[in-house]
């Protein structure tokens, strides 16, 4: 019998038959396949795996085409930062003139001034007393006529802006001032004038403000001066009376007298002074405020507020004022 030698393992075999040359058989040791050669003789030749050849792809619509370029990403769409819109300013009607004014958003109506009228406003917004407007009516509908037409609501343009504080006092002619300051004997009026106006000097940008109790003491010691002076005169005279009865008298008479002399002399030094105080603290909240305003030449006159005090303050106000219109 023909031997052969295995080419994996060469463990020698042996063919059964010549017949079996050129086949491919497996080793019964290894169990790996190998070629039998044409001469039985030899080494075998082992088996050679051939790579699968996958046919070739038949052309297609989809393959003939050029791919196409992949579109770019969109970037993810980010909401704006909202925006926050300022306040915007409202339209009052003065209850007085009638005259319409706008007014800035930081000012409420109960603290401005009519720029007309210098009275304070209405806080009932001129927008809700304005007429609503009239939309058109329907197609194939007739219009009322017999409704007159409403007023045409003036441009915001022509409205003046009240957005100084310093519009909030009053303007008041000087030479009024002096002449009810000169009749009240210097004392009356300039505390009348602190009382008034105590509430739009402490709306001013200022951290000084004029206390209750420094603008009411004048107050309160003129009202009471008058019935004051006439008890003390009634008691003075009371005693004069009875020390030309009785010598013991006498002594309560002069003691009347003084007293009379302490509240004549004493009550207008002490309502002077108080007033000369308040227009000093009124004459530094102003000066804070015009510094404020980035204004030249801020500082006011002490020397001027010491002689004059109201009467310099109401004239410095109506100049600061005429300023800004």
């Known amino acids: 019998m023909p031997q052969i030698v295995c080419p994996h393992c060469q463990a020698k075999l042996r063919a059964s038959s010549e017949k079996l040359a050129g086949r491919t058989v497996r080793c019964p040791k290894c ?11 030899g080494t075998a030749e082992p088996v050679r795996s ?18 196409e370029s992949p579109l770019p990403k969109a970037a993810p769409s980010t909401p704006p930062p909202a925006v926050e819109t300022p306040p915007s300013e409202q339209t009052i009607t003065c209850p007085h003139c009638s005259a319409p004014v706008i007014l800035p958003p930081e000012l409420r109506p109960d603290e401005a001034l009519c720029p007309h009228c210098d009275q304070l406003l209405a806080p009932a917004a001129a927008a809700d007393q304005l007429p609503a407007e009239v939309s058109p009516p329907p197609p194939g509908e007739v219009p009322d006529l017999s409704s007159p037409p409403s007023p045409q609501a003036p441009s915001p343009a022509s409205i003046p802006s009240v957005t100084d504080p310093l519009q909030l006092i009053p303007r008041i002619s000087t030479w009024l001032v002096v002449l009810l ?4 004997a210097w004392m009356v009026y300039p505390a009348l004038w ?4 105590q509430e739009g000097l402490n709306r001013l940008r200022s951290s000084r403000k004029l206390s ?3 603008v009411l003491a004048p107050i309160l010691m003129l009202i009471g001066y008058g019935p004051l002076m ?3 005169s009634c008691l003075t005279t ?6 030309t009865v009785e010598e013991s008298a006498q002594g309560a008479a002069a003691l009347g007298v003084w007293l009379l002399m302490l509240v004549a002399v004493g009550v207008p030094v002490a309502i002077g002074v108080l007033v000369l105080v308040g227009s000093f603290r009124a004459k530094g909240v102003l000066e804070d405020h015009l510094q404020s305003q980035g204004v030249s030449r801020a500082r006011l006159s002490a020397l001027a507020t010491f002689f004059f005090h109201v009467m310099y303050l109401q004239y410095k106000i109506n100049q600061l004022r005429s300023r800004r219109r």
């Not at 602190?194 to 106006?197: C, E, F, G, I, P």
């Not at 009371?238 to 020390?243: D, H, K, N």
């Open 181 to 184: 300051t000169v009749c009240s």
């Open 230 to 232: 006439v008890l003390l």
């Open 238 to 243: 009371g005693f004069a009376l009875a020390a």
């Open 194 to 197: 602190l009382l008034h106006n």
């Open 212 to 214: 209750n109790g420094l």
């Open 50 to 67: 051939q790579p699968e050849t996958s046919p070739p792809p038949s052309p297609s619509v989809e393959s003939s085409a050029q791919p």
């Open 31 to 41: 169990q790996r396949a190998f070629v039998i050669p044409g001469e039985l003789t």
